[in-house]
């Protein structure tokens, strides 16, 4: 607990910086609630080996300003190069030293982080939780289900207020018993100030992206944007092609924005359309391949609780096209307005619904106003405003109100 006088102070832990997140914690710090990231290593910062990804690197976008960071080890003095090899090493020693008011917890994989919500448990702190959570991204047996039911229903109990990011994680809360005074709307979100969005860019960006790819001006341009792996589905987007009508497949240039050990194999199907791989890139180069394209494709089979690069989509104004499996399904995509929502596996399903998007979205600028109205309600100040929220619910009467910044 923050002295007497001092402001109520919060505490987030999680295994490294994310991308996603530093924006976030920055508005919440500007918002006027002092925040302090407990992080188990920074290996995003100094630089990393990504195993899907199959590429090593380190995020170019600025993780670290605007709050104030704690790292329990760093890669330079041998600390943890991964998620999983994270350690609660020296967690009780920066929690005595912060002495937070409440602590956001961002999961609870790897063990380090359910390791640290033991430890918040035995110091009895309010402990927020926000997280992918869902149930619809992996298949479980019955008895594995219900013991995952169970556990994590005790745990959410414990929790002072439980942070749902989109539909299908308050679904989550709710079938395991949250109460609608413990649920806050903080919505999964990109940081738009990164990206060149507008249309000024796009018409700046479009043409001479188009060019350097090889892409015709009459042909229609599909992006694919993450891991080049099975769990992503990449192979299904060039199955559902094979089945168009050879008119309208003739048209098709497919752009696969990432890299993976499915490369080899997608690149040896060229006669199926024009294939373009430009590898891994950090945030601030993708906006011309965003513009470059005219939808983008996230066929996900499993694992997809969110699948940020709708986000990054949309606020582009590109129309999205994406399986059930994908989590912000039911959040981001409006079938016949922003996209087309098809059947997890299925080629079928793709190639409808690709022949659906093409026969509405004729008029491509009103679909990309809203597109950008659609994904601007999901933003990082709608994010860090649901934070400070479930933190002052959380806090009671235990410390003073906060004055907020507009």
């Not at 249309?199 to 599909?222: C, F, H, K, P």
Request: with cysteine; hydrophobic share 40%; aromatic share 8%.
């Amino acid at each position: 607990m923050s002295p007497r006088g001092a402001p109520p102070q919060l505490v987030v832990i999680s295994t490294h910086p994310i991308q996603y997140h530093a924006p976030v914690y920055r508005e919440v710090q500007r918002l006027g609630l002092p925040l302090t990231a407990i992080y188990g290593s920074d290996f995003s910062v100094a630089g990393y080996h990504d195993r899907e990804f199959d590429t090593t690197f380190s995020w170019s976008t600025d993780l670290l300003s605007g709050y104030t960071s704690i790292f329990l080890s760093r890669v330079s003095e041998g600390g943890a190069s991964s998620p999983a090899a994270t350690s609660t090493r020296g967690l009780a020693e920066a929690l005595a030293q912060v002495s937070p008011d409440a602590v956001l917890l961002t999961g609870y994989w790897p063990a380090f982080l359910r390791q640290s919500a033991m430890q918040l448990t035995l110091r009895r702190v309010p402990t927020l939780f926000r997280a992918e959570t869902a149930d619809h991204a992996k298949r479980r047996g019955w008895i594995r289900d219900s013991a995952r039911s169970a556990v994590l229903r005790l745990f959410y109990e414990r929790c002072a207020a439980l942070l749902y990011i989109g539909k299908r994680s308050r679904d989550h809360f709710e079938r395991l018993g949250a109460s609608e005074r413990e649920l806050f709307f903080s919505p999964y979100c990109v940081d738009a100030t990164v990206f060149e969005s507008d249309e000024r860019a796009r018409a700046r960006l479009r043409e001479s992206t188009r060019m350097e790819l090889g892409i015709r001006s009459d042909q229609i341009a599909i992006l694919f944007s993450g891991k080049l792996v099975f769990r992503k589905g990449p192979d299904l987007l060039l199955d559902a092609i094979e089945q168009l009508p050879a008119e309208l497949r003739e048209r098709i240039a497919v752009v696969f924005l990432g890299d993976g050990e499915m490369r080899a194999a997608l690149a040896a199907r060229s006669s199926v359309a024009k294939l373009s791989f430009v590898g891994f890139r950090n945030q601030h180069e993708l906006s011309r391949y965003y513009h470059a394209c005219d939808l983008l494709v996230l066929p996900s089979r499993s694992g997809e609780t969110w699948g940020l690069v709708v986000n990054e989509a949309l606020l582009h104004g590109l129309p999205c096209v994406v399986s059930e499996g994908v989590g912000c399904a039911p959040d981001l995509v409006l079938p016949g307005e922003t996209g087309e929502v098809f059947a997890q596996d299925s080629a079928a399903g793709l190639r409808d619904s690709l022949v659906r998007l093409l026969a509405w979205n004729r008029d491509g600028l009103a679909t990309r106003v809203r597109c950008r109205e659609r994904v601007n309600r999901y933003s990082v100040g709608a994010a860090a405003k649901g934070i400070v929220a479930a933190f002052e619910s959380g806090l009671g009467r235990s410390a003073s109100p906060l004055t907020l910044h507009p």
